[in-house]
T-cell receptor, first 112, second 116 residues
Framework: AQSVTQLGSHVSVSEGALVLLRCNYS??????LFWYVQYPNQGLQLLLK??????LVKGINGFEAEFKKSETSFHLTKPSAHMSDAAEYFC??????????FGKGTRLHILP | GAVVSQHPSRVICKSGTSVKIECRSL??????MFWYRQFPKQSLMLMAT?????????EQGVEKDKFLINHASLTLSTLTVTSAHPEDSSFYIC????????????FGSGTRLTVV
């Protein structure tokens, strides 16, 4: 069965600094991988997804993630943090259109 | 893009009553829909997978008699919380799978259920 581990339940970065949110996955088949963002009391917004095309995936709001099979990782990055990036971020995995399983989430704090 | 409409967005009910939450795919056919539950400051936990015209598949630990799922058409799935209790208060989110798009999952905006 697939699973996701997000390292760090809270991450703080200064405004303008690099954002790095870590995600490692486990899957018995080549997975689909996702990053979602959730603002307080709202639903999920898809940032980006990997579906076995290019390993470097570019998403919305300047975010990108790189699929590394050898490391079973799918870390999310953004070169320069903005105050509006403060939110909860979820990494998720599915086994080819099967159910999506979410990681525990990482709360991103942006320091002025 | 694909849109999933979920309502109500908020509902308050009394203990012992039942509440129905609807999830509709507006511009695509969703043969499979998923229901998640999210407690405050926690992740989304998959409750069940529903396939159109068949019984839902529940995750371990989820009471199927308490959380009734119906997926009667390709565009509508419903979750009914029966005999609700305060511990059922949570944020419920549905997701629909669009098979025409690789990795095409679309999420509803969620329902905040408060049982008093």
């Amino acid at each position: 069965a697939q699973s996701v581990t997000q390292l760090g339940s809270h991450v703080s970065v200064s405004e303008g600094a690099l954002v790095l949110l870590r995600c490692n996955y486990s899957s018995s088949v080549p997975p689909y991988l996702f990053w979602y963002v959730q603002y307080p009391n709202q639903g999920l917004q898809l940032l980006l997804k990997y579906t076995s095309a290019a390993t470097l995936v570019k998403g919305i709001n300047g975010f990108e993630a790189e699929f590394k099979k050898s490391e079973t990782s799918f870390h999310l990055t953004k070169p320069s943090a903005h105050m509006s990036d403060a939110a909860e971020y979820f990494c998720a995995v599915s086994e080819r259109d099967d159910k999506i399983i979410f990681g525990k989430g990482t709360r991103l704090h942006i320091l002025p | 893009g694909a849109v999933v409409s979920q309502h109500p967005s908020r509902v308050i009910c009394k203990s012992g009553t039942s509440v129905k939450i609807e999830c509709r795919s507006l511009d695509f056919q969703a043969t499979t829909m998923f229901w998640y539950r999210q407690f405050p400051k926690q992740s989304l936990m998959l409750m069940a997978t529903s396939n159109e015209g068949s019984k839902a598949t529940y995750e371990q630990g989820v009471e199927k008699d308490k959380f009734l799922i119906n997926h009667a058409s390709l565009t509508l799935s419903t979750l009914t919380v029966t005999s609700a209790h305060p511990e059922d208060s949570s944020f419920y989110i549905c997701s629909a799978s669009d098979r025409a798009i690789i990795g095409g999952y679309t999420f509803g905006s969620g329902t905040r259920l408060t049982v008093v």
